[in-house]
């Protein structure tokens, strides 16, 4: 049951504010790590915790980022047809002028797809089949092809539009990140991908792709701003939003997350709680989640003893049903499972208020929770599938349906609340 202190509080709530945040941080471009962009959404997170009075932290990180220095390019030769495609994030440039190769379907990329086929000194086109999240870590798949010989590789992608995938592979295991032999990359949507076939199937299989990229340790900030507790000061509830992105804008993928984390800091700045809070503006959150790893290593001891659960907040603005991430699986470790007790509180909360959430498996990891899991902090993890924009140049401000952000906000502004003012056990 909902009180009316809680109904009260989350009637402070406004969406059209956390639509706000959105639209400026959107505004300001790429903001991977240690880019300008991020610098700037850097100085916009903190002027706001400054407004508010709330103590703030900066937790240093030093971390490889990931930037395209030049327009991508991919041409058949005999036809001079060209298409739009997208550079998977860390993944090494062309040669200097370009790759001009002939291109051989593999479609599925295992082992066995390279038993009849000669992809030595040619470019693999390998299809995403699996509703876009099999091959999304691509290091393995890069991998598997470059032993084969193959010197590209071109990524057909369901999505209607290029789509950024990863060049890592896909371990939980920060020091296993990447596999030792990468390719030059480039992604197609599935219409590009229907018509490069079709001028494959005409005999005009050589291509020039072109994709000049940059790799290099960057160094950024986490942002914490806290509200202290009146009776144990030192503890804290948090909530946690990443601020980077696959692809500018990224106003989904994860701004949504940014906007409710900083619509809950407004809130609570003028509250009292027996224990406080902390809100959390991450980065390098695209790529395998090291950010949220690093400042768990910085602060491990006082988030074991002090942060009695974190709720992390990402994509929540378009797809389907919000869900939590009860289970998620990485290849290299044991399944990470979210606390039951705190998912039940959720699950409660929400269906005081008239909603009812989903719970859901993540085949391809966990995001930022899982690092807090780890070392032993419950957290859970609120996402909506099926987003169709996310980690395109479609994942735009007016994508966003601000009834669902409203309706997370108000539901974990009030499991912040509850465990805020829990009795101390």
Known sequence: ??????????????????????????????????????????????KEFETLGLEIQETPIRVPTFLNTSDTVLRVEASGQTFDAITPYFSPSTPPGGLEAEVVPVIGGKEEDYRDTDVEGKIALLMETGGGFSMFWLGTFAERAAQHGAVGLIIIHPMPWPYRMSMEAGNSSIPNRFCDQQLPALCVSALDGANLMYEIGRGNNRVHMVSETLVEDRDSVILSAFK????????RVGI??????????????????????LELARLFAETSSRRGFEFICSTAEEGATIGAWSFCQQHKDDLKANMKALIDVDMVGVGGRICQVERGLWPDCEPLLQPEWLMAMVDDVAGGLGFEFGRMTAGWGVAESA?????GVPATWLWAPDDPYYHTVEDSPDKINTLSLKGVSDVVAIVMWRLANLSNQ
């Open 228 to 235: 202290r507790g009146t009776e144990f000061p030192a503890e």
């Open 371 to 375: 690092r807090f899991l780890e070392i």
């Open 240 to 261: 946690i939003g990443h601020r980077d992105n696959g692809i500018a804008p990224g106003a989904n993928d994860n701004l949504t997350g940014t906007a409710c984390m």
């Open 1 to 46: 049951m909902i009180s009316d202190q809680e109904r009260a509080l989350i009637q402070q709530i406004n969406a059209s504010r956390e639509l706000e945040h959105i639209e400026k941080l959107a505004a300001i471009g790429d903001r991977f790590i240690g880019s300008d962009g991020d610098k700037k959404a850097i100085d916009y997170v903190t």
